[in-house]
């Protein structure tokens, strides 16, 4: 009897421990891995907000490469994520609910089988004397009493797979080409017209492709709150630069009718008229060959230039990840 009753003292203690000790552990986790990749912030981010890009470099798909995988991609990228399904990595989504260009992806990841639960995944882009430090992290809450106790191994647990798969996403992403661009034939254009609804900003020059970024995100979600579709192609007016470093311009989706504006965002029209255009290849960080060619056979043909210069995006780069296919048509109105 004294030794059943001793097992049974031995017993509740050992279940007081483990519903005790859960009490002063964190109720949260957070797991990170950091790397350095050697190519500029604008194509690493544009990798990895790139779903269709998943496949290639995720180190759970890797281990299971005949799960079931559906990309979903949004103009906007908010709303945009995948939806996996297997027999080994089970079921789940992630979905990317917030980002900051070149800066920052927020995705909620929603773990559905075999076991229901949800977390964040973070991921955060810096540059650096390499090219882009990143760091992906993946963080989230803990329920008492048993996850608890499994977050003391968390970071242990998913060392291998982070470490993994930012091996792979940096082989991938170095893998890209450097940044480069040419011009397309310079000639003289009849600029057809159009009309649109767009964003006026100043930013500093450093900044205009996140801001860029983040004001089509806002036209693309005005434009779902009223139903309409865009009617050709994204466009962007660069105005003045008024103050040394910096400049404004618009961003703009043109539509096949006037809607109604709000403070931030107003209807424009680009006039019918006669131009110099040439097309651009490459990365949009490559453009300035292109005005400098526009420039200098304006110069060489003693043109006259009454208007501002715009370009239109002809390529999506969320479907075309090859960037030397990018094209992007670049006007200068003259008289």
Same mark, same amino acid.
């Given at each position: 009897?004294?030794f059943?009753k001793?097992?049974?003292?031995?017993?509740a203690?050992i279940i007081?421990?483990?519903l005790?000790?859960?009490?002063?552990?964190?109720?949260s986790?957070?797991v990170?891995r950091?790397t350095?990749?050697?190519?500029a912030p604008?194509?690493?981010f544009?990798?990895a907000v790139d779903?269709?890009?998943?496949t290639?470099?995720?180190?759970w798909?890797?281990?299971?490469?005949?799960?079931?995988v559906k990309?979903?991609m949004?103009?906007e990228?908010?709303?945009?994520?995948?939806?996996?399904?297997g027999?080994e990595i089970?079921?789940?989504?992630m979905?990317?609910?917030e980002? *900051?260009p070149?800066e920052?992806?927020?995705?909620?990841i929603?773990f559905?089988?075999?076991?229901?639960?949800s977390a964040?995944v973070?991921?955060n882009?810096?540059?650096s004397?390499? !090219?882009?430090? *990143?760091?992906w992290a993946?963080?989230g809450?803990l329920?008492?009493?048993i996850?608890?106790?499994?977050?003391?191994?968390?970071?242990m647990m998913?060392?291998?797979p982070?470490?993994k798969?930012?091996?792979?996403?940096k082989?991938?992403v170095?893998?890209?080409p450097?940044m480069?661009?040419r011009?397309?034939?310079?000639?003289?254009?009849q600029?057809?017209?159009l009309? !649109?609804v767009?964003?006026?900003?100043k930013?500093?020059?450093s900044?205009?492709s996140s801001?860029?970024?983040?004001?089509?995100?806002?036209l693309m979600?005005?434009?779902?709150e009223?139903d309409?579709?865009?009617?050709g192609?994204?466009?962007?007016?660069?105005?003045?630069?008024?103050?040394e470093g910096?400049i %404004?311009?618009e961003?703009?989706?043109? *539509?096949?009718k006037k809607?109604?504006?709000?403070?931030?965002?107003k209807?424009?029209?680009?006039?019918?008229?006669?131009t110099i255009?040439?097309?651009?290849? !490459?990365?949009y960080?490559?453009?300035?060959l292109t005005y400098?060619?526009? #420039?200098k056979?304006?110069?060489?043909?003693?043109?006259e230039?009454i208007g501002?210069?715009f370009?239109?995006?002809?390529?999506?780069p969320i #479907?075309?990840p090859d960037?030397?296919k990018?094209? %992007?048509?670049?006007y200068?109105?003259?008289?």
């Amino acid at each position: 009897m004294k030794f059943l009753k001793w097992l049974g003292i031995i017993l509740a203690s050992i279940i007081a421990l483990i519903l005790i000790i859960p009490l002063f552990l964190p109720s949260s986790f957070h797991v990170e891995r950091s790397t350095e990749i050697e190519r500029a912030p604008e194509i690493v981010f544009q990798t990895a907000v790139d779903m269709n890009q998943r496949t290639k470099w995720d180190p759970w798909l890797e281990m299971e490469p005949d799960a079931e995988v559906k990309v979903e991609m949004t103009p906007e990228i908010i709303g945009s994520g995948y939806h996996w399904k297997g027999m080994e990595i089970g079921e789940g989504k992630m979905t990317i609910k917030e980002f *900051v260009p070149n800066e920052l992806i927020k995705s909620d990841i929603e773990f559905i089988a075999p076991r229901s639960s949800s977390a964040l995944v973070i991921w955060n882009f810096e540059k650096s004397d390499k !090219g882009t430090k *990143v760091t992906w992290a993946f963080e989230g809450d803990l329920s008492y009493p048993i996850e608890k106790w499994m977050g003391l191994f968390m970071d242990m647990m998913l060392s291998e797979p982070f470490e993994k798969g930012l091996n792979n996403f940096k082989e991938l992403v170095e893998s890209k080409p450097e940044m480069t661009g040419r011009t397309g034939d310079i000639s003289e254009s009849q600029f057809e017209g159009l009309i !649109g609804v767009a964003i006026k900003e100043k930013c500093e020059i450093s900044q205009i492709s996140s801001k860029m970024m983040e004001m089509y995100s806002s036209l693309m979600k005005y434009l779902k709150e009223y139903d309409q579709e865009i009617a050709g192609f994204p466009f962007t007016i660069y105005h003045t630069m008024e103050e040394e470093g910096f400049i %404004t311009f618009e961003c703009g989706l043109p *539509v096949s009718k006037k809607l109604e504006e709000n403070d931030k965002i107003k209807s424009i029209e680009l006039s019918a008229g006669k131009t110099i255009m040439a097309s651009h290849f !490459g990365h949009y960080t490559t453009l300035k060959l292109t005005y400098e060619a526009i #420039q200098k056979y304006i110069e060489e043909n003693n043109l006259e230039v009454i208007g501002a210069p715009f370009e239109i995006y002809v390529t999506d780069p969320i #479907q075309e990840p090859d960037q030397s296919k990018w094209e %992007t048509k670049v006007y200068f109105p003259i008289k």
